[in-house]
C-alpha cells in the first residue's frame, strides 16, 4: 500500500486509530485523526475532512455504513481497515485468527507455543495491542499472532495472512452487520485474498465454516473433536493427534469439551510451522487460560465456582458448560438478541439448575419455560443470584457454579471486564459472610 504523500483521514481516536495515525506519519502520508466525539485528544470532529482524504482509515468500532464513508466509496476513495494498513507495511510471517468465540485463548495459546520454540512471537489485534503499533518494527525473521475481529475483518478486503485460522462461526453482532450473511461475509475475509502457498486452519465441526471455506484456494488443514481428520488435527484414543502422531494426552491440558477446538487450531497452526510435538505438549500443559473464560476463582464448600464472564452469546455459553461436570449456571445480561431458546434446546444434561439476573432475565425464563427446564431461578441482583447458586448447588449436589452469562454486558458495565471484576468481588463477599 502506497503511503507517501497521501491525505489520509484516520476514523476513530481509540487506541487503534492513533496507532495507525503515527504509522501514516512515520510512513510519509499527510494523516490526521477524525472522532465523533468532539472531546476526543488528537482528533478533529468536523467531517470536512473527509474531502481531501484519498485514503481513509477505520478503526475497529467505526461503523463503516455512515453516509460520509459511503460517499467516499462512490468517488472511489479507498476504504480500509487499520488491520489492512498494518498488515501491508509488516515484513514479519502473519497468523491471524478469528471466530466467534475462542479467538483470545487460541490467539494466545499460538503465540505461548511459539514463543516456548524459541519464534519470536508478538500477540497483537483485537487482543488489546494495536497491530500497527508494532507492524513495521518486526523483521522478516518474526511472527504475529493477530486476533482479528468481525468489525476488523469488514474492511480488510485484501488481507492475506501466511496463516488463517477460522474457529467457528455463530450468530453474534448482527446488530452491526445487520445479517448473518454479512457477519459470514466478514469472517471469510481472513482467507479470501490468501494465495495457493497459503494455509487455512478450519473447524470441520462447524457447518458454517465448512460451507464458506470451501471458496478458499489456500491449503486447507481441517480440525475435529468429533472425528478424526487425516489431514489436520483430532482426537483419538484420549490424545491431542496432528496428522496421525499423537501429541498430549487430554487429561494432561486445562481444556474441556467444546474448548478443545481451540486446542486443535493451535496444535495445527503449529506442527504446520514445524514445532516439534514434545515442544508444543510442553506448552500446552502449562498453558494458563486467559482471565474471565471459565476461570476457577474460588473453591467454597465442595463447589468450584467458575467465572466466564466473556461468554456473551449463546454458542460461548454453551461450550463452557460442555468443560464442566454437573453445575448451577448463571445467567443474565443486556437484553438483545441471543436466542435463549436455543440455548435451553442444547443445554447439556449437566446444567441442574439456572440462575437468571440482568435486563433480560425474563426473557431467560419464559425460553427455559418453553422448553420445558424447569429450575429457573430468577433473582433481582447479582448478590442475590450468587446466593441462590449456592443454595442450588448444595441442594442438588452440584460440583459447580458457572457464571456464564450468554449475554452482553452493558445492562449493568462498561465491558465484560468490569462484570468479572464485580462477580469476583461479590463472590469473595458472600464468601467472607459464610
Not at 458454517?208 to 491449503?219: I, L, P, Q
Not at 443486556?334 to 426473557?363: I, M, R, Y
Not at 469476583?424 to 464468601?431: E, K, R, T
Request: hydrophobic fraction near 40%.
Amino acid at each position: 500500500m502506497k503511503l507517501v504523500g497521501r491525505n489520509v483521514v484516520v476514523y476513530g481516536a481509540g487506541a487503534s486509530g492513533i496507532s495507525a495515525y503515527e504509522l501514516l506519519i512515520e510512513k510519509g502520508a499527510r494523516a490526521i485523526v477524525y472522532d465523533d466525539d468532539p472531546t476526543r485528544e488528537r482528533a478533529t470532529s468536523s467531517i470536512s475532512v473527509f474531502k481531501d482524504a484519498d485514503l481513509i482509515v477505520l478503526s475497529p468500532g467505526v461503523n463503516p455504513d455512515k453516509d460520509f464513508l459511503l460517499d467516499a466509496r462512490l468517488e472511489n476513495k479507498t476504504v480500509t481497515s487499520e488491520l489492512n494498513l498494518a498488515s501491508s507495511v509488516c515484513v514479519a510471517e502473519q497468523i491471524a485468527i478469528t471466530g466467534t468465540n475462542g479467538k483470545t485463548t487460541t490467539t494466545l495459546l499460538i503465540d505461548h507455543i511459539l514463543k516456548r520454540a524459541g519464534i519470536h512471537s508478538h500477540a497483537v489485534g483485537n487482543i488489546g495491542v494495536p497491530f500497527s503499533s508494532i507492524a513495521d518494527k518486526l523483521d522478516a525473521t518474526e511472527t504475529a499472532v493477530i486476533e482479528a475481529s468481525s468489525y476488523q475483518l469488514e474492511n480488510s478486503a485484501g488481507f492475506s495472512p501466511d496463516i488463517a485460522v477460522l474457529l467457528n462461526i455463530k450468530p453474534d453482532h448482527l446488530t452491526r452487520h445487520a445479517t448473518m450473511k454479512n457477519y459470514v461475509n466478514a469472517k471469510a475475509n481472513i482467507f479470501r485474498a490468501q494465495s495457493e502457498s497459503d494455509y487455512l486452519v478450519f473447524n470441520a465441526d462447524d457447518e458454517e465454516v465448512a460451507n464458506v471455506v470451501c471458496e478458499a484456494v489456500s491449503r486447507k488443514v481441517p480440525f475435529s473433536i468429533e472425528h478424526t481428520e487425516p489431514s489436520g488435527a483430532y482426537i483419538s484414543s484420549g490424545f491431542v493427534c496432528f496428522r496421525g502422531n499423537p501429541v498430549i494426552p487430554v487429561e494432561e491440558i486445562d481444556f474441556k469439551g467444546d474448548e478443545l477446538q481451540n486446542v486443535l487450531a493451535a496444535v495445527a497452526v503449529c506442527m504446520i510451522k514445524g514445532v516439534s510435538a514434545f515442544c508444543t505438549a510442553s506448552a500446552l500443559a502449562d498453558f494458563k487460560r486467559p482471565h474471565y473464560r471459565r476461570q476457577l476463582i474460588a473453591i467454597a464448600e465442595g463447589v468450584y465456582v467458575y467465572n466466564d464472564s466473556k461468554s456473551t452469546n449463546v454458542s460461548a455459553c454453551l461450550c463452557a458448560c460442555s468443560s464442566v461436570g454437573d453445575c448451577v449456571l448463571m445467567l443474565g445480561g443486556q437484553k438483545g438478541g441471543e436466542d435463549f431458546v436455543n440455548l435451553f434446546s442444547h443445554l447439556p444434561s449437566n446444567v441442574k439448575a439456572v440462575t437468571a439476573q440482568g435486563e433480560n432475565a425474563d426473557v431467560i425464563y419464559e425460553a427455559a419455560k418453553t422448553c420445558g427446564f424447569a429450575d429457573v431461578r430468577v433473582c433481582d441482583s447479582l448478590e442475590s443470584a450468587i446466593s441462590e447458586a449456592f443454595e442450588a448447588a448444595k441442594e442438588l449436589k452440584c460440583e459447580s457454579i458457572l457464571f456464564s452469562p450468554a449475554s452482553k454486558s452493558f445492562d449493568l458495565y462498561e465491558n465484560f471486564e468490569e462484570r468479572a471484576e464485580k462477580f469476583d468481588s461479590q463472590i469473595a463477599n458472600y464468601l467472607s459472610k459464610r
